[in-house]
């Protein structure tokens, strides 16, 4: 293979059926790809609203015994005090902050544009939100984490204010609720503006009061203009 193999595929863009006002750029799971919510997505939208939802390149992933598949960045170990890929995290938010840099070339104001994602993808989400310069909408954090958590709070230079909406099964087996508790303590020290919601029984997957309650706040956030 030639080229940049560093290059991210084209990601899944459900456009708004109407006028194009607003963006959310929402970060699947590891192993899944953009299709994986595209149409979760759509089905909560609004008319203004444009999804995209990118994949991620395939690479060995150290957790998963070095087998190859869709990731954002290198997952070592699911241990709280674990190692982490702080190379592969920044390369890979990077590529977040391009894609909303594009959405603004294209004419959408920052504060129209918000991430989300879920599991790896809601952790790079978290990640991305506060190392962007510019304010965003918001942010949404499903069944995830806050990376290099360590660097917090100096590394958080933007967007402590924005809104955010974090989601937790209490029965996540893969990303423990514990996990989601202490991402959401941490957030609070430097970034008031968060809501942590959990989901009784819920496993590492998604629901339908979930997805209602993600719908509402992309509602509040990102109304018509």
């Avoid at 015994?65 to 241990?79: C, I, T």
């Avoid at 790079?124 to 918001?138: D, I, M, N, P």
């Avoid at 069944?143 to 204010?161: D, F, H, K, M, V």
Wanted: glycine residues 10%.
């Amino acid at each position: 293979m030639g080229g940049n193999t560093s290059k991210m595929a084209a990601p899944v863009v459900v456009n708004a059926p109407a006028k194009h006002t607003a963006t959310v750029i929402f970060l699947h799971g590891l192993g899944d790809t953009g299709h994986g919510w595209a149409s979760a997505m759509a089905a909560i939208g609004s008319p203004h609203i444009k999804f995209i939802c990118p994949t991620a390149q395939v690479m060995p992933v150290t957790l998963n015994a070095g087998f190859r598949m869709p990731s954002w960045f290198d997952l070592k170990s699911l241990d709280v005090e674990g190692p982490e890929d702080g190379d592969g995290i920044k390369k890979a938010r990077d590529g977040i902050h391009q894609l909303i840099e594009d959405e603004i070339k294209a004419g959408i104001s920052n504060e129209r544009i918000m991430l989300g994602g879920f599991s790896q993808g809601g952790a790079l989400a978290l990640y991305s939100t506060f190392t962007y310069s510019k304010t965003l909408a918001g942010v949404v954090g499903l069944s995830c984490w806050l990376p290099l958590r360590n660097e917090y709070p100096q590394a958080a230079i933007s967007n402590t204010g924005s809104p955010i909406l974090q989601c937790h099964g209490d029965c996540d087996p893969i990303v423990p609720y514990k996990f989601g508790q202490i991402t959401s303590q941490i957030i609070k020290k430097f970034a008031g503006n968060i809501e942590f919601k959990t989901y009784r029984g819920m496993m590492h997957s998604s629901c339908d009061e979930e997805m209602a309650d993600i719908k509402k706040f992309i509602d509040k956030c990102l109304p018509p203009v």
